[in-house]
């Protein structure tokens, strides 16, 4: 018996180790987004103004993928999908706009939603979350959680991340790697929209025109343990 146990330990031991070297030290995404989009300055927009979305644009294919660069980006960047104009699919429901949770575990919280066609992007606290039709990778989102767990020379590093923004009756389920278990929910009730966390926590969100100051630099998120 004592065998099998050493044998448990073990085994569970050495799965732990390839999960936190896939989360950790796996090569980073490729950076697709494009570098105007990420140089630009989305913090002096009015996002009360959204894009029609008439078709007389780009579809969400004609546009490369938008992702976090390293674990977050420097500044507020401009819209992912500025240009497309394709209609909203049957399915989605339109929570475009920058919002700002009031009530909820997450009160103080910014986050943008962008759509067109079947493609959602959502940025906040440093982050770029793009799932859907795209020119340059992949529909799932692939890049990072933001969090900095340790700190090796000069590189950060933070978790990998992977997930799909799937709409059924009117909500928008995040699933981990696109098959995993659904960690979040988000939809409209009322005038706001609600994020459910896989933690239960439920974030009640008003709608913002304009960026707040504090929120164009993300704050440094994580533990940041220096190594050498």
Request: proline share 7%; with cysteine; hydrophobic share 40%.
């Amino acid at each position: 018996m004592t065998r099998w146990i050493k044998r448990l330990i073990l085994t569970v031991s050495a799965v732990a180790l390839v999960v936190f070297w896939l989360a950790y030290f796996s090569p980073r995404p490729p950076l697709t987004i494009d570098p105007a989009t990420l140089a630009g300055d989305g913090s002096a927009l009015n996002y009360c103004e959204l894009p029609v979305l008439d078709g007389s644009g780009k579809l969400a294919i004609d546009i490369p993928k938008g992702n976090t660069p390293g674990c977050a980006y420097q500044h507020f960047p401009l819209p992912v999908l500025a240009q497309c104009t394709e209609p909203l699919t049957p399915q989605a429901d339109d929570i475009r706009g920058l919002w700002m949770g009031v009530s909820g575990r997450h009160q103080g919280h910014i986050e943008r939603v962008e759509q067109c066609g079947s493609r959602v992007v959502v940025t906040s606290a440093g982050l770029i979350h793009d799932y859907g039709p795209n020119r340059s990778a992949g529909l799932n989102t692939n890049d990072t959680e933001g969090s900095v767990l340790f700190v090796a020379g000069d590189t950060d590093y933070c978790m990998r991340t992977s997930a799909s923004m799937i709409w059924e009756r009117g909500i928008l389920n995040f699933y981990a790697f696109g098959w995993g278990p659904k960690v979040v929910r988000r939809y409209l009730e009322g005038e706001q929209l609600v994020w459910e966390y896989i933690d239960g926590s439920v974030t009640h969100m008003d709608r913002l025109c304009q960026l707040p100051a504090s929120e164009k630099t993300p704050l440094p998120r994580g533990r940041r343990v220096r190594v050498f």
